[in-house]
């Protein structure tokens, strides 16, 4: 089955900084690629995705790439604010899709 | 409120004791998923079924647990015999035919003592 890396766990950045957040896959079946935001004791709510036949997204202050040959992807958030701070989670998957989420990493910004 | 709800949010139960989650999807969602999520970790699929039908089922998960969708709207999942580690947020999710993009429910907290 799919398995899914995360790093860093833990990402402390100051306001206005860019932070990256970078997933790995094992399936090179997988083809979609979701990010998604949990902010503490709420759901996790999706952000961004990516498809396979797409190299990089973008909306706002969020953008996402996939490399396919690499089986990486990552999430860029620039200029963060406070309010970005959440656990963010990648997730990958393809056929039926039953999604493999990553451990999280918790993204802190300091005012 | 037109997104995944679930009920209770909160489950607080002993050892050895019974408990039934429910899970209403968003309403033309055809596919609904269970997810279990613990401190500091990702949420890890249990159980998947598209309409009334269950697709697929972990293999970590154990025969305690089991999960309908009767009528291929709400579903429910049910843990008997509650062990203290099955103490974790449940999350049901839900998308529609076509695409991949799943919505979560804000999850039940349950807590065995």
């Known amino acids: 089955g799919e398995n899914v890396e995360q790093h860093p766990s833990t990402l402390s950045v100051q306001e206005g900084d860019s932070a990256v957040i970078k997933c790995t896959y094992s399936d090179s079946a997988s083809n979609y690629f979701p990010w998604y935001k949990q902010e503490l004791g709420k759901r996790p709510q999706l952000i961004i995705d990516?498809?396979?036949?797409?190299g990089e997204k973008k909306d706002q202050r969020i953008a996402v790439t996939l490399n396919k040959t690499a089986k990486h992807f990552s999430l860029h958030i620039t200029e963060t604010q406070p309010e970005d701070s959440a656990v963010y989670f990648c997730?990958?998957?393809?056929?039926?899709?039953?999604?493999?989420f990553g451990r999280g990493t918790s993204l802190i910004v300091h005012p | 409120d037109t997104g995944v709800s679930q009920d209770p949010r909160h489950k607080i139960t002993k050892r050895g004791q019974n408990v039934t989650f429910r899970c209403d999807p968003i309403?033309?969602?055809?596919?609904l998923y269970w997810y279990r999520q613990t401190l500091g970790q990702g949420p890890e699929f249990l159980t998947y079924?598209?309409?009334?039908?269950?697709?697929?089922k972990s293999r970590l998960l154990s025969d305690r647990f089991s999960a309908e969708r009767p009528k291929g709207s709400f579903s429910t999942l049910e843990i008997q015999r509650t062990e203290q580690g099955d103490s974790a947020m449940y999350l049901c999710a839900s998308r529609g035919g076509g695409a991949e993009t799943q919505y979560f429910g804000p999850g039940t907290r349950l807590l065995v003592l």
């Open positions: 309403s033309e969602h055809n596919r």
């Open positions: 990516i498809r396979s036949n797409v």
């Open positions: 079924f598209q309409n009334e039908a269950q697709l697929e």
């Open positions: 997730a990958g998957g393809g056929g039926s899709y039953i999604p493999t």
